[in-house]
DNA sequence: TACGATACGGAGGTATGGTTCCGCTTGTCA
DNA sequence: TGACAAGCGGAACCATACCTCCGTATCGTA
């Protein structure tokens, strides 16, 4: 692909990338998306300037975030794939229950999947696509086992998990998101 | 309460609230929560500073069409209550559903559900609390009747109308709102 | 109609936060 | 070790939007 001749990178500048990027996994997980680049560089120890040599926009900072989340996500699914011998819904129940625990402990993805701009999107494309496949398979394997209900899809996962990513930073009486997704985990069961 | 000589208000005074309440409403359903007050004024034929006596602050007025909506809110389900003819459970799913689309139609609501600023929400409390009951009501109801399973609660529903509201922006295959209620409507029945 | 109180308009103040620019530093290689 | 390229820091820049201020216009009343 790259016709560049891919001089190597400098050593530092590398581990400067790796520094930037997990500050901001620290920043946006605390403080969610409005947290700023300044507090980003801070806390990575560079200056703004390094981390814009780095990512040239916030949104591409976000983005890669994004991507390693989803990434996540899929090592996630392929462990719940790889139990052959747990009853296939529970399988599947729990890969969402540990799922949901990340974006939990985690504001900046959380607005991240709530997010409309293309942008923050664009690299994690890939790794969803491969999710929603792997999603497919143990809904598959729930559903020939009879314990899923027929009619769901992988294609209604993002939504439901959007939502419900959506109501975690709130308070309130009535709002808990372990509540809320054993609701939805029993509206796939079969009845 | 008030304990002012209370002038009565001026006509022009009285006549650019509506306007200015009737463009928010307009404006905030078209663009949502990052519409810009000038737009509220252009839109209502004002001027910004107009705008700023009705409302003092840009939470002030959403919190104002946010406890409008809550209203509307209350009617609806008012509405369900009077309706003992119908079975409880198809009442009360019918009355979400309303209220859904009702949401669906105005970017400013679904955002203002979302959000967590305490200013936006201040004025719409009381509002709140009474749907909360009536929704209590009708959920008792269709507990009675034996179609809604004993465990839900009318606690339950806020978060997954926030969530549900949560999803109603996303496009991509997958992000159909009315599928997701149906899922959540049916997670509520008894099985 | 005249007058005081109330309300209006919209240019500009101010705060916020993403992004750029450029002089200095540091790593790499001969 | 010397020189060049690559990388770094962070003050300054700029765009965005909320909100304020005050001179002008309008309403309601005697």
Redesign the interface.
């Known amino acids: 692909m790259s016709t560049t001749p891919e001089r190597p990178i400098r050593a530092d500048a590398r581990r400067n990338r790796e520094r930037i990027l997990a500050a901001a996994r620290a920043v946006f997980a605390r403080s969610g998306l409005e947290a700023q680049m300044d507090d980003v560089a801070d806390t990575a120890g560079v200056g703004v300037g390094t981390v814009y040599r780095h990512f040239p926009t916030k949104d591409a900072l976000l983005g890669e975030l994004v991507a390693n989340r989803f990434e996540e996500f899929c090592a996630e699914a392929e462990a719940a794939l790889a139990d052959e011998d747990g009853e296939p819904f529970d399988v599947f129940a729990d890969h969402l229950r540990r799922n949901a625990a990340l974006v939990a402990a985690d504001a900046g993805t959380r607005h991240a999947l ?1 997010s ?1 701009s293309e942008a923050v999107w664009a690299h994690a494309v890939p790794a969803r696509a491969v999710l929603i496949e792997l999603n497919r398979r143990l809904i598959a394997r729930a559903q020939a086992a009879g314990t899923m209900r027929p009619d769901f ?1 992988a ?6 998990m ?6 975690m ?2 308070t ?6 372990r ?2 997704l054993e ?2 985990i ?2 796939m069961r079969s ?1």
Do not use: V
């Open positions: 709530m409309e899809g294609d209604d996962i993002p939504q439901l959007c939502g419900l990513s959506a109501t930073g709130m309130g009486p009535g709002f808990d998101w509540r809320h609701l939805l029993d509206a009845r």
